[in-house]
């Protein structure tokens, strides 16, 4: 009958699925030690594979040195970088950068913003990258001449200037044209918000969090 599987079909296709489900590896380097790489495999916990070592989803570690480690992953050398990611469902190499929770509990993220050195909070209750007016003249935007709205903070009411950021840059990770808001206040730290993070693909695992590019 038009529109449905014989049982035939039907066995044929959900084996088809599971072997290509089978056959598709999200592979992200975590770690890099000497003759070692941490690797996560599949959105698994954090594993470490000394040099030549094969897992069971088929990925080895061919060699490694300070700045990177090649792997042999379905036939096909790959490297790649401190906190890159790649997946055979795709065939290609994806930025990622891997994240380490402080005392506190907040995950701390060393970037970029306009190619100036900014350290972040990571807060996916942030709709926007958050900066200090002190920040965001040390990095040099005219916030002044954007938008002027105002945000509710722990210490009351500021004003708030919507801004558009040249790039912004968190490891292999690297954005252009983020929406920003600079608030009037010295001393808050610099928030990684929403329009940085709703490009990523965000793991958790533990003090660790792996943030890789979706597009």
Avoid: W
């Avoid at 558009?164 to 001393?187: F, H, K, P, T």
């Amino acid at each position: 009958m038009s529109g449905f599987f014989s049982s035939g079909t039907l066995c044929a296709a959900i084996l088809l699925a599971a072997a290509q489900a089978a056959g598709a590896t999200d592979l992200t380097v975590v770690g890099l030690f000497t003759n070692k790489a941490v690797v996560q495999i599949d959105g698994g916990k954090p594993r470490t594979l000394g040099l030549n070592q094969k897992t069971a989803e088929g990925v080895t570690l061919v060699a490694v040195d300070r700045d990177a480690a090649t792997f042999e992953i379905d036939g096909r050398r790959r490297t790649l970088k401190m906190g890159q990611a790649h997946s055979t469902a795709t065939g290609s190499s994806r930025a990622a950068v891997t994240l380490a929770a402080n005392p506190q509990g907040h995950f701390i993220a060393d970037g970029q913003i306009n190619d100036v050195a900014v350290r972040f909070i990571v807060d996916t209750g942030a709709t926007l990258i958050s900066l200090s007016s002190a920040d965001a003249a040390r990095i040099g935007i005219n916030y002044r001449t954007g938008p002027l709205g105002s945000v509710r903070t722990a210490n009351g009411t500021v004003p708030a200037y919507r801004v558009l950021l040249d790039s912004v840059r968190v490891g292999e990770i690297s954005l252009n044209n983020v929406e920003a808001v600079v608030l009037e206040n010295q001393a808050m730290p610099a928030l990684l918000g929403m329009s940085f993070l709703n490009r990523m693909e965000m793991k958790r695992d533990g003090p660790t969090m792996v943030l890789t590019k979706r597009f």
